[in-house]
């Protein structure tokens, strides 16, 4: 199948723009590498300290500067059902490298928080920037310059992508992500849902939410609904960053080990000792960045990616704006329903068929470039397999069926849930927001309705409690952005919203802050740029005013004459207090230095000084503009 016009006008833009900072960054990654194993590099004095705690023959092997070293980087923690399976994966990857003849090492551990522990508190305004903090991390981890691979061992929502934007800035070492599961199905999301919306209303008791909860949020692995945490999953399936099929095998199962095991000898297998040396700086390009957004767009996943994926493209020197997402939106059909775009959860989507039989049929749509490199070699095709266990205890790869296994879950491209992806650009007036639409209903998405201002989410709640809400409206909820306190989720909001919309009332949010994977059924305008801490023209916003927001033509306008609106004066507050306290205040670096949500909402690559405003992308309207162009990119070739 010939590729879709779309995807290969993308596509090209996409070179063209990020020429300059994409040579400039396969530059960078080519002076990192040496010809020997990477540890050749350092002195006997650091090759010491470096193996010193060391059994006998996996030093002896280090001293020999011989066979690859393996560097493991992991999010464990016991705390987070997600991230405790990984507790017993560094001894199981240590055995399975060792059996090559190679060595494995535990480089270094990196933050893991959960959103939905720190949904609604002070917590959640360090977790956008949690994802920098992480990238960080893994620097430091490879920072002794020991390892020739890299085994990666993430899941959740900043945690992958932090460890890939880390992973990026060692390009030059072969990375594998080892993912560690969702827990198994529990109380449906459906029924979690309805008993949420009853405790919003004071109809269910806190005891009988905590029961609910506790039934859906059950065991080990990572929650079950397609959020950003598993839209990571998919996506690094879709890059060809993991083994075929790994994404959703449940923890603590002899096929989850076994796949565990395979990535470590395929970390091994390609680094520059294995003899199929394939960089992670290498599969990560312009197409596989292409193939991601469509992934993304395929099966319905997070509103995160329109930040995340954007710093990932910008650590390998790729430069992708919103106007990208929005083309291939457009052409890209549903082929999942998954919750909170269906009643299913991701083992039911496994089941049915899983990641490979989406990327089957996206190259077979032409959808999707089958010319990219993945940790298999040269080809995503290689990567249209599912995982089964063989009698000998090892993975067998099959081809994925050739019908879905439950066609109210997955389907093919030629008959979709949808002709499109579910997300859209809105602009106007207001800036420029992304909307999921994908679990909004037709009817819901176009509001037309006067603006409710509220500068924290808490000021909205104690609207709706004390019944001020009844009515239609649009909620402007401001000051949300990462200059402003470090861009948190919102989707505690989602019940109120949820009940309101039920009762009849015409609602719709707008903000410059996040509203999570879990976006469902109320059409939300989210990360509104440029924030207000930016200039943001929602500083202009008065209650009253009346706000169009409508997903079908793309717009997010305040209806007010031009020139009421021009000679209208920013609004001020106090948010001081996010600034503080839950160790916020350690954060303020990030809150000062974070680029526009457009541009990944990143602290890094940092802007040169010389950054003045110029349009950001192609056809770009004459009031979007940001700072940066792609030619001020951090990477420069190094002399």
């Known amino acids: ?31 990192a590498r040496i010809g020997g194993v990477q540890r050749s590099a350092l002195s006997c004095t650091n090759l010491a300290h470096g ?25 464990y923690n ?35 928080m959960c959103d939905g522990v720190t949904q609604g508190q002070p917590g959640m305004e360090l977790s956008l920037f949690s994802r920098d903090t992480i990238a960080m991390s893994t620097a430091v981890a490879l920072s002794h310059n020991m390892f020739d691979a890299a085994l990666y061992l993430g899941i959740c929502d900043k945690i992958v992508p932090g460890l890939l934007i880390g992973a990026l800035h060692f390009g030059h070492i072969p990375a594998v992500f080892v993912p560690g599961g969702p827990m198994t199905s529990g109380l449906s999301n459906k029924e979690k849902a309805r008993v949420r919306q009853l405790y919003a209303q004071g109809k269910a008791t806190r005891e009988e939410l ?3 909860e506790s039934a859906s949020y059950h065991g080990a692995g990572t929650c079950t609904f397609y959020g950003t945490a598993n839209s ?18 449940t923890p603590g199962t002899a096929l989850r080990d076994a796949l565990t095991r395979a990535s470590s000898h395929q970390a091994v297998a390609i680094s520059q000792q294995g003899g199929n040396y394939m960089p992670v700086g290498h599969i990560v390009d ?25 710093a990932i493209a910008r650590a390998a020197g790729i430069v992708i704006d919103w106007n990208d997402f929005d083309a291939l939106s457009k052409v890209v059909p549903m082929l999942t329903r998954i919750y909170p775009n269906g009643d299913a959860d991701v083992n039911h989507f496994q089941a049915a068929g899983g990641p490979g039989f989406v990327i089957r049929e996206l190259l077979d749509a032409g959808l999707a470039h089958d010319d990219v490199n993945t940790i298999l070699g040269h080809g995503l095709r290689k990567h249209c397999k599912e995982p089964f266990l063989g009698e000998d205890g090892k993975v067998v790869f099959k081809d994925v069926a050739a019908q879905s296994g439950d066609e109210s879950v997955l389907r093919s491209a030629s008959n979709p849930f949808s002709s499109n992806g579910g997300m859209v650009l809105v602009k106007g007036n207001l800036g420029r927001a992304v909307m999921k639409v994908s679990a909004v209903k037709i009817e819901h998405q176009t509001v037309e309705a006067p603006a409710l201002t509220f500068n ?20 402007v909820i401001r000051f949300q952005g990462p200059r402003a306190n470090g861009m948190p989720e919102l989707h505690a909001l989602t019940p109120a919203l949820s009940n309101l919309q039920d009762a009849g009332h015409h609602v719709a949010m707008v903000t410059d802050g996040r509203m999570s994977g879990a976006s469902g059924k109320v059409p939300a305008a989210i990360h509104v740029s440029p924030e207000i801490l930016a200039g943001g023209p929602l500083g202009r916003v008065r209650d009253g005013d009346i706000i169009r927001v409508c997903a079908a033509t793309g717009t997010l306008e305040a209806l007010v004459p031009s020139e009421v609106w021009e000679a209208r004066t920013q609004v001020t507050a106090d948010i001081s207090s996010s600034h503080i306290g839950m160790g916020r205040e350690l954060f303020s670096m990030f809150r000062n230095s974070s680029s526009a949500a457009e541009e990944g909402a990143a602290t890094f690559p940092l802007p040169s000084p010389k950054h003045t405003t110029v349009p950001l992308h192609e056809g770009a309207d004459s009031g979007d503009i940001m700072p940066g162009s792609d030619e001020d990119f951090l990477f420069k070739t190094p002399k």
Do not use: W
């Open 78 to 112: 016991d705390m987070l059902s997600a991230h405790q399976p990984f507790e017993y994966f560094p001894a199981l990857i240590k055995e399975a490298v060792r059996d090559t003849g190679a060595v494995a090492q535990f480089a270094g551990g990196v933050p893991a």
């Open 51 to 75: 193996f010193a705690a060391f059994p006998a023959n996996d030093k002896l092997k280090l001293r020999e500067t011989k066979k690859p070293s393996v560097a493991i980087v992991s999010s």
């Open 456 to 475: 924290s989410q808490e000021d909205f709640m104690h609207a709706y409690k004390a019944g001020h809400l009844n009515r239609d409206f649009v909620a």
């Open 210 to 212: 905590l029961e609910c």
């Open 232 to 249: 990571n999953q998919m996506l690094m399936e879709m890059m060809g960053l993991h083994l075929p099929g790994a994404a959703f095998i």
């Open 286 to 310: 312009e197409k596989s960045i292409v193939n991601a957004i469509v992934a993304l767009h395929a099966t319905g996943g997070s509103t995160n990616h329109t930040l995340h994926l954007v």
């Open 1 to 31: 199948m010939a590729l879709h016009p779309v995807v290969e006008q993308v596509t090209n833009r996409i070179i063209e723009r990020s020429r300059a900072s994409r040579a400039a960054y396969l530059a960078h990654l080519e002076a």
